[in-house]
């Protein structure tokens, strides 16, 4: 159970902080700690790991709890269902619109600017795989996965043994995807160091600048996604 109030902050996970409080998400970007495929390491663990003071941290994390709360979602207490379809709706629909169109960006810059700047020739081969790979775990998560646990949430509220075949296919899909998230999260976490956190070098063009825009931009959408899902919706699915 998630709790919010009170307990031993420096035992809890950093996924579970974010998922008590999304506030909190912002102090661990600005710490370069991640929240989402690297959820599962304890506050203390990470401190350790990172060299950072533990009383500091825990302090701006408290400052931000105690900000004026926003009215805002409350994901761990949303059900199943709907929270599967918030995130279709919200950061599938995101990908959907924008994955194509940031690949054809990316190559564009590639071919412009490739010769003075290497490292974005790279960015878009990265982002090409990026894309491709996203596009088969989108699918498998909207036509596979999420319809599996809508069936087994609607069986187990009506009183009904969950259907034995989506059972599995929950089982083996989680493994899938937790996996699929790490890979996706360290290819786009590459790109942030070859582009030196989307810095824009002086002699470039408006579609450069628009292209470490929009790679930003995404990385701040997966991040939260992943953490929706690796944080709060997968480890509901494995309940059911
Ligand atoms: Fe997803
Ligand atoms: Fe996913």
Known sequence: MHDSTTGNTPAKTIGDIVADDFRTAKVFESHGIDFCCGGKVTLAAICTEKGLDLAALTGELEAVKSEPAERGHNYTAWALPFLADYIVNTHHAYLHENSGQIAAYANKIAEVH???HPEVI???TIFDKIAADMAAHLKEEEEVFFPAIKR???ARIAGNTPDAQDRETIQASLLKLYREHEEIGDAVHTIRH????YAIPDDVC???LLTYRKLKEFEDDLHKHVHLENNILFPKAAEL
């Open 152 to 154: 087994t949430d609607a």
């Open 206 to 208: 408006n579609t450069f």
């Open 122 to 124: 790279r960015i878009a």
């Open 114 to 116: 490739g010769s003075h």
């Open 194 to 197: 070859l582009s030196k956190e």
